[in-house]
T-cell receptor
Framework: KQEVTQIPAALSVPEGENLVLNCSFT??????LQWFRQDPGKGLTSLLL?????REQTSGRLNASLDKSSGRSTLYIAASQPGDSATYLC?????????????FGTGTLLAVQP | NAGVTQTPKFRVLKTGQSMTLLCAQD?????MYWYRQDPGMGLRLIHY???????AKGEVPDGYNVSRLKKQNFLLGLESAAPSQTSVYFC???????????????FGDGTRLSIL
């Protein structure tokens, strides 16, 4: 059974710092891996999607990497801003994508202090 | 562009009452999903549908029923609500199969449900 773990559970950093969020999964047979952002009381917003054949994806100040063999992904946030404060969720899609079901980690709560 | 719309946004029920949560998407997605989010447990899949008229069980289906009579709508029903079903419920939709390889799931804003 696929399990997804995110470390740390919570993180507080001063504005301007670069930071890394970690995600690990137990079964390397995934279709893709997605990083989401969730603001309090809101739904999930997709940040980056890495296909199983890719190593990384970038969007603005965000960079996500994928190492399937070791079952790990990282989300790198450069020059953090208070507006980056949110919960970040990692999810993997079932192999083959036949149903595209997602298995989620429990998230990292990020607070960027001004 | 509305995306995925969930109604209602909030609801309080008494134990034993029934209700239906509605999810509507306007992106012509084949696949739709219902998840629940509980503190410390992340999102867990309740039921999903890979097309109009089809439904399947997810990880935590007990106590819930679903229907997909129209492609754009996915309904989640609680026949006899229990306090353990207090949660935030999210609906999502996506493209099917190989088209989902590089396309993320789209989520609604959630329904916050409390069972007293």
């Amino acid at each position: 059974k696929q399990e997804v773990t995110q470390i740390p559970a919570a993180l507080s950093v001063p504005e301007g710092e670069n930071l890394v969020l970690n995600c690990s999964f137990t079964d390397s047979a995934i279709y893709n891996l997605q990083w989401f952002r969730q603001d309090p009381g809101k739904g999930l917003t997709s940040l980056l999607l890495i296909q199983s054949s890719q190593r990384e994806q970038t969007s603005g100040r965000l960079n996500a990497s994928l190492d399937k063999s070791s079952g790990r992904s990282t989300l790198y946030i450069a020059a953090s801003q208070p507006g980056d404060s949110a919960t970040y969720l990692c999810a993997v899609s079932d192999y083959g994508g036949a149903t595209n079901k997602l298995i989620f980690g429990t998230g990292t709560l990020l607070a960027v202090q001004p | 562009n509305a995306g995925v719309t969930q109604t209602p946004k909030f609801r309080v029920l008494k134990t034993g009452q029934s209700m239906t949560l509605l999810c509507a998407q306007d992106m012509n997605h084949e696949y739709m999903y219902w998840y629940r989010q509980d503190p410390g447990m992340g999102l867990r899949l309740i039921h999903y549908s890979v097309g109009e008229g089809t439904t399947a069980k997810g990880e935590v289906p007990d106590g819930y029923n679903v229907s997909r009579l129209k492609k754009q709508n996915f309904l989640l029903g609680l026949e006899s609500a229990a306090p353990s079903q207090t949660s935030v419920y999210f609906c999502a939709s996506s493209y099917p199969g190989q088209l989902s390889y590089n396309q993320p799931q789209h989520f609604g804003d959630g329904t916050r449900l409390s069972i007293l």
